[in-house]
Nanobody
Framework: VQLQASGGGLVQSGGSLRLSCAAS????????MGWFRQAPGKEREFVAG????????YYRDSGKGRFTVSRDNAKNTVYLQMNSLKPEDTAVYYC????????????????????WGQGTLVTVSS
């Protein structure tokens, strides 16, 4: 299984970036694809997630209203569109896959994510 994250970079405050996560190696139909981030000196935190089958999404407060997670089934790729970026969004962003199975809850941060990509650095300058 491979998750390949890309799209990070340097952007000014208020700008936008779109991160991509290309997934391969297995079928992810019963998985949630999550985006996490880890800022320097801080713990890793969940940002957003999307259920591969059905496309239901969940956002933590840090991304609500500014970030949009989506997926392209044909390309086996998940995206995180980030708008109105702030310096506090600076972090390494990771995509991950967590088995959802029959999970009916809305909070995808509660799942166990067992497949991880390598991370892509987002730097927002003030």
């Amino acid at each position: 299984v491979q998750l390949q994250a890309s799209g990070g970079g340097l952007v000014q405050s208020g700008g936008s970036l779109r991160l991509s996560c290309a997934a391969s190696g297995r079928t992810f139909s019963r998985y949630v694809m999550g985006w996490f981030r880890q800022a320097p000196g801080k713990e890793r935190e969940f940002v957003a997630g999307i259920k591969w089958s059905g496309g239901n999404t969940y956002y933590r407060d840090s991304g609500k209203g500014r970030f949009t997670v989506s997926r392209d089934n044909a390309k086996n790729t998940v995206y995180l569109q980030m708008n109105s970026l702030k310096p506090e969004d600076t972090a390494v962003y990771y995509c991950a896959a967590g088995y959802a199975g029959d999970y009916s809850g809305k909070d995808y941060s509660r799942l166990f994510y067992n497949y991880w990509g390598q991370g892509t650095l987002v730097t927002v300058s003030s």
